[in-house]
């Protein structure tokens, strides 16, 4: 059952007066699992104010997205609180509300629609999954609210939504890769690392992101079959479920040499321990979703060697931030010396969405009306430090392609694993560290 969407269409939008001051910025988060702590804005409600929030997966099973939210968080309050926002020739106070999903679809919808009712926020910021983007985008379209959302793959966050080519969005826009430009990259890292190949399993979750790869139409099936391979597809699989054995004992029979999926991290550790018991050993896994992250690598212990899986952000990138001037390493350097732990990719996307939301901020002519900041989103095309987002080149209305590379995980002298990008086909600028090689197995 669908649910009701609170609607704002009974408030009036407050006028805010865009009077010079000193820039300021202030990162507040909910108070149940969030970033930070507190809530506010105004004291005496006056205007001169940027209102950003910031919804993402902190905390739960999604939480390895939302790993480099404090430290981002952190830059940007020390941006805004030395340049501020210029609207309109005037320049704004920017706070940042920040709020956590903790991973929940449902709450991602809840929280969006407190940061709109409660907050009034002038802009909504999104990231990570379609289990998030995708509800708070359904809060922010219902309400004529603008949202930018990352960290999705478009055909999840679109189609997902319901949008067709004629009948986009108008509020909500996003930015991230499609499934059209993974497959190419799995291609290139099948046909290298296991030519000889005849066999694909799936591995697909009853989610957002797994029911768009399953569709028989417009998911993997037919490109699996283009390819010339045997679909293994034993069907979705509930999130959180603890017994893979009926999945393992298909893909094991068929001796499926190429395993593709997109679960969640804790299921994907359970998956892959249980599979290496149970003797299915496949010569190339190219996972989404579930191994994007060194802590998510390290749960596999010594059992992670070579697994493949998609990369939209790393040191490697050769693209600078608009608001900080960092490069790609400078930004992922400084995250580590920072943290004391190993960049991750979301880190690049987050810091991306602030470049984003800054520049339609700035091309607006004035945020009396939000129609003005949607206006300047649309015909947006900045240059980020996740590389060029363009909403005037499509693929589709409200949608902008980002590049994409592929990687795999490989051990390093510390006892870890170094995301080595080994394939860059489709996005030659990016340059690779390694080839695509196969899962060399112990069979002792």
């Not at 930070?36 to 006056?46: E, M, Q, R, T, Y």
């Not at 999104?126 to 478009?154: H, K, L, M, R, Y």
Request: aromatic share 10%; glycine share 10%.
């Amino acid at each position: 059952m669908d649910r009701p969407l609170p609607t704002r269409a009974h408030l009036a939008r407050r006028t805010r007066s865009l009077a010079v001051g000193a820039a300021a910025a202030t990162v507040l988060a909910a108070c149940s699992g969030g970033i930070g702590g507190g809530g506010g804005g105004d004291d005496d409600g006056s205007g001169g104010v940027v209102t950003i929030g910031y919804v993402s997966p902190q905390t739960g099973a999604l939480s390895a997205f939302g790993e480099a939210d404090t430290f981002v968080l952190d830059q940007m309050e020390e941006y805004y609180a030395e340049n501020g926002i210029t609207v309109g020739g005037e320049q704004l106070d920017v706070e940042i509300v920040v709020r956590d999903t903790q991973s929940d679809a449902d709450r991602a919808a809840d929280v969006t629609a407190e940061l709109i009712l409660e907050e009034e926020a002038d802009v909504i910021l999104v990231s990570s999954t379609p289990e998030t983007v995708n509800p708070a985008s359904d809060q922010c379209e219902a309400n004529g609210v603008v949202c930018i959302s990352t960290v999705a793959p478009w055909q999840a966050y679109y189609f997902g939504r319901g949008a067709t080519e004629d009948q986009p969005f108008e509020w909500t826009y996003h930015f991230f890769w499609g499934t059209e430009q993974l497959q190419e990259v799995y291609q290139d890292i099948w046909t290298q690392a296991a030519p000889d190949a005849t066999t694909v399993a799936e591995l697909f979750p009853n989610d957002s992101d797994g029911n768009a790869w399953a569709d028989p139409d417009t998911g993997f099936a037919p490109f699996i079959e283009a390819g010339g391979y045997e679909e293994i597809a034993p069907g979705t699989y509930p999130n959180g479920t603890t017994d893979f054995s009926a999945q393992i004992s298909q893909y094991r029979d068929a001796d499926a040499e190429i395993l593709v999926g997109v679960p969640i991290p804790p299921d994907f550790t359970t998956f892959w321990n249980q599979a290496i018991q149970q003797g299915y050993r496949p010569t190339v896994a190219t996972i989404a979703k579930a191994v994007l992250f060194p802590s998510a690598v390290e749960a596999l212990g010594d059992n992670a060697e070579n697994i493949s899986t998609e990369v939209w952000w790393s040191p490697s990138h050769p693209f600078s931030s608009s608001l900080t001037g960092q490069s790609a390493a400078e930004l992922a350097d400084a995250y580590e010396e920072s943290t004391g732990s190993q960049w991750t990719q979301p880190l690049g996307f987050v810091h991306a969405l602030f470049e984003v939301a800054t520049a339609a901020l700035e091309a607006a002519d004035s945020l009396d009306d939000p129609a003005n900041l949607r206006d300047a989103l649309a015909e947006l095309s900045v240059d980020t430090i996740a590389g060029p987002v363009d909403w005037t080149s499509g693929p589709v209305p409200n949608v902008a392609l980002t590049p994409l590379v592929g990687g795999q995980w490989r051990s390093n002298d510390s006892g870890g694993y170094d995301l080595v990008i080994v394939s860059n086909s489709i996005a030659p600028d990016i340059p690779t560290a390694g080839e695509p090689e196969p899962i060399e197995w112990d069979e002792s």
